[in-house]
C-alpha cells in the first residue's frame, strides 16, 4: 500500500484502515509500547493516505506524547481547520516544557501556523536569552523564521537568516529558508519564484498526492509558507494583525 499509495483510492484504504483498527483495539494501553507505537504510526498514514484527515487528527491528538500533539497542531493548521488547530495548539501548550529543547521547537512553531488568541510574550523573551547552542540550530532558526512570518517581521527574519547555515541542510529546511529568505526581499515574491518553489516542493512526498511520507509535518510546513508567499503582495500576513492588537 506504502508503494503504490498515489494510486490508491480512499475507498481501498479502508480495509487496511478497519484490520489496523482492529489490531489496535486488541491492543491495551499496557500492552507492548513498540507495538502499539507500530500499530498507530500505522494508521495515521493510512488515514492521511485516504484522505481521512479528522480521523488522523484525532488520533494524533490522542496519543500521550508531545510529538503526536505537536503534528495534530500542524495537520489542523495546513487543513486550515482554526477550531481543531485552537484544540492542539491549547493541549501543547498544557503538556510541554519549554525548557526541553525539542519542546521548545515545538511550542515555537506551532504557535506560529495560524491565527490564535494564546500569548507568544513568553516565548519571544526567550529567543532573547537563547544559548548559542540553540540559537544555531537550524529547526530553531526554522521555528524563529516561522514566528517572524506570522508576525510580519521582516527584520527578525532577516537575523536570524544571517546566522542560519550556508550548508548541510536537509531538503525541507534548505526549501524553507530559501521561502524564507524571499520573503523578506523588497522586491516581494515574483510569480517566476513561486514557479520555481512549487517544482522543488513537487520532488518531496504530500499528503494530497496520497503519499504522505515518513515527515509529512514537513511538507506541511513548506505548503503552509508556501500560501503565505502567494499571498505576501496583496494580503497582511496570518496573524499580523492579531499580533498588533
Known sequence: LRRYSTTITPAQWRPHIDNLLLRLSKLSHTADTAARKFVIADLIYALLSSGDHKG???????????????RAVVLA????????????????????NPRVPQHFVYLLTGLSLATHDFPVESLMKSLDRLPDRL????????????LAIFRNDKLMALEVLANSPKSGLPLPLKIYFEMARNWTSPKGVTSELLTQFRHQLEVLPA????????????????????RRLQLSNTAPQNGAVNEQD
Do not use: H, M
Open 56 to 70: 488522523a487528527f484525532d488520533l494524533l491528538l490522542s496519543n500521550d506524547d508531545i510529538k503526536s500533539t505537536y
Open 77 to 96: 493548521a495546513w487543513i486550515e481547520d482554526l477550531k481543531l488547530y485552537d484544540q492542539a495548539l491549547r493541549q501543547l501548550l498544557k503538556n510541554a
Open 135 to 146: 540559537a544555531g540550530n537550524s529547526l530553531v532558526q526554522r521555528g524563529q523564521l516561522s
Open 207 to 226: 499528503i494530497k498526492s496520497g503519499n504522505p511520507g515518513k515527515n509529512w509535518d514537513e511538507r506541511c510546513l513548506l505548503d503552509i509558507l508556501f
